[in-house]
Nanobody, 116 residues
Framework: QVQLVESGGGLVQPGGSLRLSCVAS????????MNWYRQAPGKEREWVAG????????TYADSVKGRFTISTDNVKNTVYLQMNSLNAEDTAVYYC?????????WGQGTRVTVSS
């Protein structure tokens, strides 16, 4: 059974940091590119960051570049999203995604709220 389980969300003040984690199971993690998406209230889901299956290449949306860092641990089958300098526009539900050819897996999401 394929599972992606996110954790690490919560309430944080502007300027603060959070680290999201997504633990994968039920598929060969090292073969999949991993992504983080987010969906803010009243908005469509948007891609945030991605990392290739080899872990050698990372890409970011312009809105988070320089503030967020995506990484993977193939031993723990986990993808992380380190988020720094958070602001109110980062408030959203964050989703983990695994992609390989025409196969997509999604987690259930973890909520991040940036507020003072």
């Amino acid at each position: 059974q394929v599972q992606l389980v996110e954790s690490g969300g919560g309430l944080v003040q502007p300027g603060g940091s959070l680290r999201l984690s997504c633990v994968a199971s039920g598929f060969t993690f090292s073969m999949y590119a991993m992504n983080w998406y987010r969906q803010a209230p009243g908005k469509e889901r948007e891609w945030v960051a991605g990392i290739t299956s080899s872990g050698t290449t990372t890409t970011y949306a312009d809105s988070v570049k320089g503030r967020f860092t995506i990484s993977t641990d193939n031993v723990k089958n986990t993808v992380y999203l380190q988020m720094n300098s958070l602001n109110a526009e980062d408030t959203a539900v964050y989703y983990c995604n695994a992609w390989y050819h025409h196969t997509n897996y999604w987690g259930q999401g973890t909520r991040v709220t940036v507020s003072s």
